[in-house]
């Protein structure tokens, strides 16, 4: 066969079209930021549309739809951030793909929003502030705007940067925030601020301590041993049965309040007949999963793979039914106080409020969610199914005890300190464990492998936990309040000025 020609091939023609390829690629790149955007700004033009239905004609009407557009905007940043605790650990630990876990997410936190979601709410966020000091009602809405409006900015922000943050306390600060600035230091009921305060430090501590207890139990009676299956046939039913009794018990307790209330004790003894009945089932359902697998620990994970699904939906159903009433509080408020003209500590949430935020969340965690998800469940620490199945447990369990000393915590701040927990358990466990040592020693001819000599640079960089992310979100937490009640102060000085 013939060469062709040397002009045949054209050596500048091939350079410009590459050129063209590399710039088409680096413009497809920047596009899917704008999509993202350009999506979000349509949903908010729907709220807009969409409250318009419902208000069109009532008193008030134009300021309620301005701030139908806010807590769209809310509700859009609160599936960007606040979501991503619930699903982030079992990205994290490969038991479910980013998809899954989206469609998982979306699914349950519109469910409890809309089916067990509040109908009563605490409009100024458990009694953060006194409306009986506001001078009138309008001065109240422009508070309640104004809080709205820079709690949304704040998530917003701690988005962008990669922080998991608090949606209720950056409501809380915002409240906080307008309200002073409206009515003076007096308005704000310090005592309760001072238990919210306490719950920055307490939650993430008791989420990372449970975690970290748990991970100690399996990696000492399932981990290290000779046996690892058989360790697993009879620690793994116990294990699931706990979480199982835990997530009953939880969404007894903050899950169904809006269709049946139920007291702690009785949340408890729900809870601890639910534990029974599952380690009765599922003692022959893992005996059958177990058989045939290696004596090694990536068989293990097979078996906490499907809890770990169930424990993402079940949270999510959870922080659909518990939080998102928190976070359109502010809204109900302006919709209750500028359609009636009167003040209330507590208003029933409009119906087509709840969609907007059921809707927002389910847009806000599709568009921009997968950032914090990965966030949460990939970089702050290497997770696998058990690890993460300790972070999910925890979660359950924190809360409910929170409930029971009658705590005002954070979902995110628990689920972030169970997987710090994780991370730095793993850092002592792997220094220092003499279980782990005697095994290592054991299964390498009796001794163990000598440990190269490395300088601090170097044993840094090696930490299980990322110090960055560790220093970033717990700058972030503390911040959350003040920087939230600066912002609102702000906005409603600005909101006052422009409505004299």
């Known amino acids: 066969m013939s060469q062709p020609p040397k002009d045949y091939y054209k050596v500048t023609l091939d350079k410009d079209l590459d050129k063209i390829a590399r710039v088409e690629l680096a413009a497809q790149f920047v596009s899917r930021r704008f999509v993202g955007l350009g999506l979000g700004v349509i949903f908010l033009a729907f709220a807009l549309v969409f409250a318009s239905f419902f208000v069109t004609g009532a008193p008030g009407s134009v300021v309620i739809i301005a701030a139908a557009v806010v807590g769209a905007y809310m509700a859009l940043n609160i599936g960007a951030n606040d979501v991503a605790n619930n699903v982030g650990p079992a990205v994290g630990s490969n038991a479910m793909s980013m998809g899954v876990a989206l469609a998982i997410a979306v699914i349950f936190e519109s469910s409890g929003a809309l089916i067990a979601g509040g109908d009563v709410v605490s409009t100024i966020s ?198 998102v009433a928190n976070a359109v509080g502010p809204l109900a408020a302006i919709v209750h106080s500028a359609g009636i003209g009167e003040i209330a500590e507590k208003v029933t949430i409009p119906l087509w409020v709840m969609v907007i935020g059921a809707m927002g969340i389910s847009f806000g965690l599709l568009l921009f969610g997968p950032k914090l998800i990965r966030m949460v469940g990939q970089q702050i620490t290497k997770l696998n199914p058990m690890r993460a199945f300790c972070v999910a447990l ?23 300190g169970a997987v710090f927990g994780v991370g730095f358990f793993r ?20 001794t163990l492998p000598e440990v190269p000599v490395i300088n601090k640079a170097e044993m840094r960089r090696r930490k299980l936990v990322r110090r960055s992310h560790f220093l970033t979100i717990i700058a972030a937490w503390v911040v959350t309040v003040p920087a939230a009640a600066v912002l609102s102060a702000l906005i409603y000085w600005v909101l006052s000025l422009s409505m004299r």
């Open 126 to 323: 458990k009694g953060i502030i006194d409306p009986a000091k506001f001078s009138d009602s309008n001065a109240f809405v422009w508070a309640m705007m104004a809080a709205l409006i820079s709690s949304a900015v704040w998530v917003n922000l701690a988005t962008w940067v990669g922080a998991p943050v608090s949606t209720t306390h950056s409501v809380v600060g915002g409240v906080m925030g307008a309200g002073i600035a409206a009515a003076g230091l007096s308005t704000v009921n310090w005592p309760t601020m001072a238990e919210i305060a306490a719950s920055w430090v307490i939650s993430p501590l008791i989420g990372g301590l449970i975690a970290a207890l748990f991970l100690a139990l399996i990696k000492t009676f399932i981990i290290y041993q000779e046996d690892k299956i058989a360790a697993a046939r009879r620690w793994v039913p116990i294990l699931i049965a706990i979480m199982t009794g835990a997530f009953a018990t939880y969404l007894a307790l903050k899950g169904i309040k809006k269709i049946i209330k139920i007291d702690l004790q009785t949340a408890l003894l729900f809870g601890l007949a639910t534990t029974f009945v599952a380690w009765g089932i599922l003692r022959p359902v893992i005996r059958r999963q177990s058989q045939g697998l290696a004596n090694r620990n990536q068989s293990l994970r097979k078996l906490f793979a499907i809890p770990l699904v169930f424990s993402a939906a079940l949270l999510s159903f959870a922080h659909g039914a518990n939080d």
């Open 394 to 416: 925890s979660a359950a369990i924190t809360v409910i005890i929170a409930s029971g000393l009658g705590l005002p915590v954070s979902s995110t701040h628990i689920a972030v």
């Open 427 to 446: 850092e002592w466990y792997t220094g220092k464990s003499k279980r782990r040592r005697q095994y290592i020693a054991k299964h390498s001819g009796g």
